[in-house]
């Protein structure tokens, strides 16, 4: 059982920044993906930003050039600061956790959710 446990939303005015973090704990898959998903109120959730374990990331495109994704291994920590910061990056964003094995994905992990409200 992966426990992830997430920090760091708030309210910041547009262009501002903000870094989430969240600790993974329990896990014992060494291939695996760290991902930051949101939610708009009245929207679905979305995939923001994902760093796995061989190094690589991917950000959807709203955001690339603005938010990083990054890992701290020795804490078994991903982080994703955000500059630039508009309104529509407004919402609830969720820490995901998906643990591989033989390359398949064997089981995903949810975090509590953070609130990220951007003003105008």
Same mark, same amino acid.
């Given at each position: 059982?992966v ?46 930003? !994902? ?17 990083? !994704? ?21 919402? !609830? ?6 643990g ?21």
């Amino acid at each position: 059982q992966v426990q992830l446990v997430e920090s760091g939303g708030g309210l910041v005015q547009t262009g501002g920044s903000l870094r989430l973090s969240c600790a993974a704990s329990g896990s014992t898959f060494s291939r695996n993906a760290m991902a930051w998903y949101r939610q708009a109120p009245g929207k679905q959730r979305e995939l923001v930003a !994902i760093s796995r374990s061989d190094g690589s990331t991917t950000y959807t495109d709203s955001v690339k050039g603005r938010f990083t !994704i990054f890992r701290e291994n020795t804490k078994n920590t991903v982080y994703l600061q955000m500059n630039s910061l508009k309104p529509e990056d407004t919402g !609830i964003y969720y820490c995901n956790f998906k643990g591989y094995r033989d390359y398949l994905p064997r089981e995903e992990y949810w975090g509590q959710g953070t609130q990220v409200t951007v003003s105008s």
